[in-house]
C-alpha cells in the first residue's frame, strides 16, 4: 500500500521551535520564517542546550556575521546622506573602509550578495528618499533640497531623481499634494 | 444749446412785443390829443366866424334901417319903414346870439353891452329923426341936428363892430398861433414814431424769421430722426411704446405692432389688447411685471413670448424707464424687442457647441482606441518576436533571422508612428495650465531622455541660462525633446554634433513673419546645430504634418515631430520659426510671449 | 529580516500579458510567488477571503473589463487591510494626466507594459528589488512612487 502525504514544511519547524524554546524557558517572538527574537537575556547554557535540540532536528543556527556587517554598511551610509553636511563630501568608498575597516571591495561584493543591489544604487535611493522627506515635509526649495545633498544643480538632482524614480521632483511633489487633499476630502 | 437759444428768442419777443404795444400806444394818445387840437382850432375859427357873421348882420341891419328911414324921408313913402321893424328884432337877436358866443371872452361880453348902448342910442336918434320927418320937419335944426347925431352913433357903432370883428381876430390870431406852434411838430414826431415802429417790426420779423429758420432746421432734423427711428425699429426689430401714467394712455409705434404681426394702428393700444397676444404660460409672469412696472413706474429686463395670429411664436424683450418732463408730467418710456432670431441664433451655437463636444469626445475616444486597442497587438508582435529570438534563434535558417529583423523593424516604426501620434493628439492646451517652470531644469529631463543618442554620437550640447516663465512643463520638455533629437538626427556623419541653445529677449516688432500681437516682448530660444541642414525652401514645409525632407531608409523618423513642435509653441501662443542651409546646419527659434 | 520569497500577484485580463508575466518571474533569479487572476472582480473576491494571503506587490491592469484596474486601486485604498501591498499598474498606455491620477489614488509603481521581454524581465526584477528595499530599509512607503 501506498499512501502520499502532504506536509507544510514551515508549519512542522514552527511547531518544534514552539516546544523546544517552551521547554527551555525563553521568552521570544518568530517574527517571519526563519527568524526569532529573544525577548530577555538568554544565558551562554541555555543557548547551548538550544543548539544541540535543534540539531538534532537538522536545524542549524545561522552564525551570520555577513547580515550583521551589512546591517552596519547600510546604517553607516544612511548616517552619511542625512548628515552630509558633517562629511564634507568624502566618496562613500573611502568613508565605509575607514569607518568599518575593510576593504571597499570586500564590502561592496558582501553587500550586493545579500542585498541584490549594489552600494551606489543604495546611496542614490536613500539620498532620493531624502529629497522626497524633504519634499513633503519642508518647505525647501529644490535649489536649496540639491545644495542640502551635495548636488552640482537641480537639474543633477532632478536627473536623478528622474533615472531614480522616473518621475521629476516637481510630479512628485503635485502627486504628493494632490493626495493629501484628496485624504483630506475623504475625510 | 438749441432750448437755450428758442427760449432766449421768445423772451426777445415778448420784449419786442412790449415795445411795439408801448409805442403804438404813445403814438395813439399822440394823434388823439392832435386831432383834439385841430379840432379846437376849428371850434375857435368857427365861432370867430359866427362872431363876424352876426355883427355883420347887425351892421347890415342898422344899414337897413338907416337905409330905410332916408328912402322915407325922401320919398315919404311908408313902405320904406316895413324893414325897420325886422331889422329891430334881427338886432335883438344878433345881439342875444353874441352874448351867447362870446360867454367866455369878458371883453367882448363888455363890447357887446358897450355895443347895445350904441345901437339903442342910434335906434333911438333914428326914432327921434324919424318922428321928426313924419312931422314933415324934414328942415327943422332939430332934424338936421339928430340927423347928424344919427349919423356919428351909426359910425361910433360901426367902429364899435370893427373894434370886435378885430378883437375876434385878435384871439383867434393868438389861438391859431398857439395851436399851429404846437400842431406843428406832430407830423415829425408821428413820422419818428412811424420809423421807430417799421424799425421794430422789421426787426422783429427778422428775429421771427430766423427763429423760424432754426425751427425749420430742427422740425427736418427731428422728421429724420423720426424717419431713421421708425427705420432702426424695423430693422432690429423693436417698437416703442409710452405709457402716459397719469391718464393710463399708451401709446404704441408702428413697429410694435407690426411685431405683434397686425397693422400698424390696427387696435387700440391698451393693456389688455396687448396681453391677448402673450403668450398662456407668460402672460402671469408679465401681468406680474406690468402690475409691478404701474407700482414702481419702472420695468427692469423682462423676458416673454407672444403668439401672432399666424400661430408663430416670438420671443420678446421688454425694456422701461420714466421720464418726467419739467412739469411733473409722468411717461414711461419703453423699447420692446423682438429677439427670436437672437434665441433661435444662440440656440443653433448652442447645438453645435454639442456636436462639436461630442466629435472632440469622439476623437478622444479614437485616440484612447489608438493609444490602447492598436498598440496592444503591436506589443504582443514584438514581445513574441523578441521571445521568438531569444529562445528559437537557433532553429531559424538565416533569411528566418533576416525576416524577423525586417518585421522588428517594421513593428518599431508602427510603434514610433502611434507614439509621435498620439503625442500630437495630445498637445492640446485645454489639458494643462500654464505654470512657472524652470526652462533649464525642463531642457535637462530633454537630455535625459536622450542621454543614450548623446553619449553614442559624443554629442555637445550648450545651453544658456534660460529664465523661468509660464509654460506647460511637459509640453516645453517634448518641445526640446524633439527639436534637440532632431539636431541629433541630422547630425553630419563623422563628425560629433554640436548644438547649442541660446537665449535672448526680442520686441513683438522684431519677430519675423508676425504682423499683429497682443504681447510686447517675447522669450527667444534658439536651438542652432551644425548638422547637415536643409533647403530654405522646405522651412515651412517642414512643420506641416507627415513631411519628412528625407527617405525614411536614410533618418528614421515619422514627420510628426516638429509638428508636435508648432503645436506646443503656438499652444503657448508663440512662434517657431525653422532656418537652414544644406551643409551648414539648421537652427530652430522659438519665440515665446513674456506674460 | 529578508523574507523567503516575494508574493506577486497580477490581475490582468489578457492572456498573452499573463503569460508573459509568469514567464518573466520564471526566468528571473528571484525567489518569488506568483498568481494570476484574469479581471478585477476575480481579484477583489481572493483578496477579500478573511484567511488570504496578501500579495508584496499587486500588478492591476488598468483597462479590464467588468471592474478596472482603478476602481480596483480605490477599493483596495478604502480598506485598511491591505495597508501594506505596494501596487503596481501595469498597463499599455495612457496619458500623463491616468498615470498621474493613479499615482494620486495611491499606486506605488506605474510600469508601462514594454514590448521587448528582457525589458520585462529587467523592469519587473527592478520593481521586487525596490520593493524589497522600501521593505528592509523601513522606507516611509508613502513617499513610495516609481514609474517604469
Not at chain 2, 87 to 103: A, D, P
Not at chain 2, 280 to 291: A, N, Q, T
Not at chain 2, 323 to 352: F, M, P, Q, S
Not at chain 3, 122 to 142: C, M, P, R
Request: charged fraction near 25%; proline fraction near 2%.
Amino acid at each position: 500500500m501506498k499512501i502520499f502525504i502532504k506536509f507544510d514544511f514551515t508549519q512542522f519547524c514552527s511547531r518544534i521551535l514552539d516546544e523546544k524554546l517552551d521547554e527551555l524557558n525563553i521568552k521570544y517572538r518568530m517574527l517571519n520564517f526563519g527568524e526569532i527574537e529573544f525577548l530577555e537575556i538568554v544565558s551562554p547554557e541555555k543557548l547551548k542546550a538550544f543548539d544541540l535540540i535543534l540539531k538534532q532536528y537538522g536545524i542549524e543556527k545561522i552564525e551570520n556575521q555577513k547580515v550583521i556587517l551589512v546591517q552596519k554598511i547600510k546604517d553607516s551610509l544612511i548616517d552619511m546622506v542625512f548628515n552630509a553636511d558633517d562629511t564634507n563630501n568624502v566618496k562613500s568608498s573611502v568613508y565605509l573602509s575607514e569607518k568599518l575597516g575593510h576593504s571597499y571591495g570586500y564590502l561592496a561584493n558582501l553587500f550586493s550578495e545579500v542585498t541584490y543591489t549594489s552600494i551606489e544604487n543604495f546611496v542614490i535611493l536613500q539620498r532620493i528618499e531624502y529629497a522626497k522627506s524633504l519634499i513633503t515635509n519642508t518647505d525647501f526649495s529644490l535649489t536649496e533640497i540639491a545644495f542640502k545633498l551635495q548636488y552640482s544643480s537641480v537639474a543633477h538632482l532632478s536627473t536623478q531623481f528622474k533615472n531614480t524614480t522616473g518621475i521629476t521632483p516637481t510630479t512628485f511633489q503635485r502627486i504628493i499634494a494632490k493626495r493629501r487633499s484628496l485624504k483630506n476630502t475623504k475625510e | 444749446m438749441p432750448f437755450k437759444f428758442i427760449s432766449n428768442s421768445e423772451r426777445f419777443l415778448k420784449i419786442i412785443f412790449g415795445v411795439s404795444l408801448f409805442v403804438v400806444l404813445v403814438m395813439g394818445g399822440v394823434a388823439y390829443r392832435y386831432i383834439k387840437e385841430l379840432s379846437n382850432s376849428i371850434n375857435d375859427v368857427q365861432h370867430n366866424y359866427q362872431v363876424h357873421i352876426e355883427l355883420e348882420k347887425m351892421l347890415s341891419a342898422l344899414k337897413d334901417a338907416e337905409s330905410g328911414k332916408r328912402g322915407f324921408i325922401i320919398s315919404q313913402d311908408s313902405t320904406f319903414l316895413l324893414p325897420l321893424l325886422s331889422s329891430n328884432q334881427q338886432i335883438e337877436n344878433s345881439l342875444e346870439e353874441l352874448k351867447k358866443l362870446t360867454l367866455k371872452d369878458p371883453q367882448q361880453q363888455e363890447n357887446i353891452a358897450e355895443l347895445k348902448e350904441k345901437i339903442d342910442k342910434s335906434l333911438a336918434i333914428f326914432e327921434k329923426t324919424l318922428q321928426l320927418s313924419i312931422a314933415n320937419n324934414p328942415d327943422s335944426r332939430e332934424f338936421i341936428a339928430g340927423f347928424r347925431e344919427g349919423r356919428q352913433t351909426m359910425n361910433s357903432v360901426r367902429f364899435k363892430i370893427n373894434e370886435m370883428t378885430a378883437h375876434e381876430n385878435d384871439v383867434l390870431g393868438l389861438a391859431k398861433e398857439k395851436s399851429v406852434r404846437r400842431l406843428s411838430n406832430a407830423p415829425m414826431l408821428l413820422y419818428y414814431v412811424l420809423i421807430l415802429s417799421l424799425l421794430i417790426l422789421l426787426l422783429t420779423y427778422l428775429q421771427i424769421s430766423k427763429n423760424l429758420k432754426v425751427l425749420k432746421v430742427k422740425n427736418e432734423l427731428l422728421e429724420t430722426f423720426k424717419k431713421s427711428t421708425t427705420q432702426s425699429e424695423v430693422i432690429s426689430k423693436h417698437g416703442n411704446w409710452i405709457w402716459h401714467v397719469e391718464e393710463d394712455v399708451y401709446e404704441y409705434s408702428d413697429n410694435l405692432f407690426r411685431l405683434l404681426g397686425e397693422e400698424p394702428q390696427s387696435f387700440e393700444p391698451n393693456l389688455e389688447n396687448y396681453l391677448s397676444f402673450v403668450h398662456p404660460d407668460d402672460v402671469e409672469k408679465l401681468s406680474e411685471h406690468v402690475s409691478q412696472m404701474i407700482e414702481h413706474e419702472d420695468l427692469p429686463f423682462i423676458h416673454y413670448r407672444i403668439i401672432q395670429k399666424n400661430g408663430s411664436i416670438k420671443h420678446f424683450k421688454a425694456y422701461a424707464k420714466i421720464l418726467v418732463d419739467a412739469d411733473g408730467y409722468k411717461r414711461l418710456l419703453g423699447t420692446t424687442a423682438d429677439i427670436t432670431d437672437e434665441i433661435e441664433n444662440y440656440r443653433l451655437i448652442e447645438k453645435r457647441n454639442l456636436e462639436l463636444e461630442r466629435s472632440n469626445k469622439e476623437l478622444s475616444s479614437f485616440n484612447y482606441v489608438a493609444s490602447h486597442d492598436l498598440q496592444e497587438p503591436l506589443r504582443k508582435i514584438q514581445t513574441f518576436l523578441s521571445r521568438l529570438e531569444d529562445k528559437e534563434k537557433d532553429n531559424l535558417s538565416n533569411s528566418g533571422k533576416l525576416y524577423i529583423e525586417r518585421i522588428k523593424a517594421s513593428s518599431s516604426r508602427m510603434r514610433s508612428l502611434i507614439d509621435d501620434l498620439l503625442q500630437f493628439s495630445r498637445t492640446n492646451k485645454s489639458e494643462e495650465a500654464l505654470e512657472d517652470s524652470n526652462i533649464n531644469i525642463l531642457i535637462e529631463a530633454a537630455k535625459t531622455d536622450l542621454a543614450e543618442i548623446i553619449a553614442d554620437k559624443k554629442a555637445r550640447i550648450i545651453v544658456d541660462d534660460i529664465p523661468s516663465m509660464r509654460a506647460i512643463p511637459f509640453q516645453i520638455k517634448q518641445l526640446f525633446l524633439n527639436l534637440l533629437s532632431n539636431s541629433l538626427k541630422y547630425s553630419r556623419e563623422n563628425t560629433s554634433p554640436f548644438i547649442t541653445v541660446s537665449y535672448s529677449k526680442t520686441n513683438a516688432s522684431d519677430v519675423p513673419k508676425v504682423s499683429h500681437t497682443k504681447y510686447n516682448v517675447f522669450h527667444t530660444i534658439t536651438i542652432m546645430d551644425k548638422g547637415i541642414g536643409f533647403d530654405q525652401d522646405y522651412a515651412e514645409k517642414i512643420f506641416v504634418l507627415f513631411n519628412r525632407l528625407h527617405n525614411k531608409n536614410e533618418y528614421s523618423g515619422t514627420g510628426i515631430g516638429l509638428s508636435i513642435c508648432k503645436k506646443i509653441v503656438e499652444n503657448h501662443n508663440g512662434y517657431i520659426i525653422a532656418k537652414g542651409e544644406v551643409g551648414v546646419g539648421a537652427t530652430f527659434t522659438i519665440y515665446l510671449p513674456i506674460t | 529580516m529578508r523574507e523567503d520569497y516575494t508574493y506577486v500577484v497580477l490581475a490582468d485580463d489578457d492572456e498573452d500579458d499573463r503569460l508573459f508575466f509568469i514567464e518573466a518571474f520564471e526566468e528571473l533569479k528571484i525567489q518569488t510567488k506568483v498568481e494570476v487572476y484574469k479581471d478585477g472582480i476575480e481579484l477583489m473576491c481572493a483578496l477579500n477571503q478573511p484567511e488570504a494571503v496578501l500579495p508584496n506587490i499587486l500588478f492591476l491592469d488598468l483597462n479590464m473589463p467588468k471592474k478596472s484596474g482603478l476602481e480596483c486601486l480605490i477599493e483596495i485604498k478604502e480598506n485598511n487591510r491591505f495597508k501594506d501591498i505596494a501596487i503596481a499598474i501595469y498597463s499599455t498606455s495612457a496619458s500623463e494626466e491616468d498615470i498621474e491620477n493613479t499615482f494620486v489614488q495611491g499606486a506605488n509603481i506605474y510600469i508601462k507594459k514594454p514590448s521587448a521581454f528582457n525589458d520585462l524581465k529587467k523592469i519587473l526584477s527592478d520593481v521586487v528589488t525596490i520593493n524589497w528595499q522600501y521593505h528592509t530599509n523601513g522606507l516611509n512607503k508613502d513617499n513610495f512612487l516609481l514609474r517604469l
